[in-house]
């Protein structure tokens, strides 16, 4: 049970049935003894990635409202030590962000060598909104693909790897987690009445989507699609992304000071 890369235009599928994955044989239970046991793994080798400080890591998180993007963030990234993680929540841009190019405020929020750093929506926004709503023309928004993928690359080329995961979900189960939304007081505040405005443009925002996926998953900077229906299945799935790419880096603690040798703590 693991997520592959979109490599080409037919892995794209965006359907509603593909937000799930029927057959994946596990109970709810089991699912949420290996989401833990993936997040353990990721706290464990963040241990030693923080150590070895060769490599940044950057997560991106995009999907259409309540798709879970909170959650996958407070589940997977649980046990993570916060003193090595940071977490960016891009809103819409204010006005002086407005007055930069669009990149501008994401550079900043690059995490340093040593750091996993996780964008709660992204750069990718500047290509869905503009897209959806008709703000820019054409132009402005298409040579975005391609500004960003020459971006991710000069970043992979200097030490950060990058994962981008968009969590899908169907027109029925946000329709579901909307109303628990306004029928739960404590989940009110997470309502906007703009996402039903948005729910209103579902297939604009597939296209949408799609056009990301098509024009920016790329060997440096690969995009997963994580059927999201269902929250246990999305977290292991995501988690276990994560843990088998740090994995893959061969992390290693620094070599010990041979100036150290041989001193003793009274
Ligand atoms: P949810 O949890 O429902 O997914 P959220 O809490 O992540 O939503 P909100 O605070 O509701 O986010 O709003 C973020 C809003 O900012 C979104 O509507 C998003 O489309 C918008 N936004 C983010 N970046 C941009 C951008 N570059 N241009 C325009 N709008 C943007």
Redesign the pocket.
């Known amino acids: 049970m693991k997520l592959r890369p979109v490599s080409s235009k037919k892995d794209i599928k965006l359907g509603d049935a593909h937000a799930r994955w029927d057959g994946n044989g596990k109970s709810e239970k089991e699912l949420e003894r290996l989401g833990e046991k993936e997040s353990a793994r990721i706290a464990e080798l963040q241990r030693v990635f923080y150590a070895d400080g060769r490599f940044a890591v950057l997560i991106v998180l995009q999907g259409r ?3 879970g ?2 959650g996958t963030i407070r589940k997977v990234f649980s046990s993570v030590n916060p003193q090595g993680c940071t977490v960016s ?5 204010t006005e002086l962000e407005q007055r930069h190019d ?1 990149l501008w405020r994401v550079h900043q929020q690059i995490p340093a060598r040593g750091m996993i750093g996780i964008f ?2 992204s750069h990718y ?2 290509i869905l ?1 503009p897209r959806v709503h008709d703000l820019v023309p054409k132009k402005v928004w298409s040579a975005r693909y391609d500004q960003i993928n020459e971006f991710e690359r000069m970043l992979t080329e200097n030490h950060t790897v990058i994962l981008k995961f968009m969590l899908h979900i169907s027109r029925d189960e946000q329709k579901k987690r909307f109303e628990e939304r306004l029928a739960d007081e404590s989940k009110n505040w ?1 309502f ?1 009445a ?2 039903l405005d948005d729910r209103k443009h579902w297939d604009l925002f597939t296209k949408a989507y799609r056009g990301i996926l098509e024009n920016t998953s790329t060997d440096w900077a690969p995009w997963y699609i994580v059927p999201a229906d269902d929250k246990d299945l999305r977290d292991v799935l995501v988690a276990r992304t994560v843990a088998d790419t740090l994995e893959s880096l061969d992390l290693r603690y620094p070599k010990p000071d041979p100036s150290l040798a041989g001193i003793r703590v009274e």
């Open positions: 409202d309540a798709s993007k909170d929540s891009f809103k819409v841009p669009f709660n929506r926004e500047d909104v997470k906007r703009g996402d």
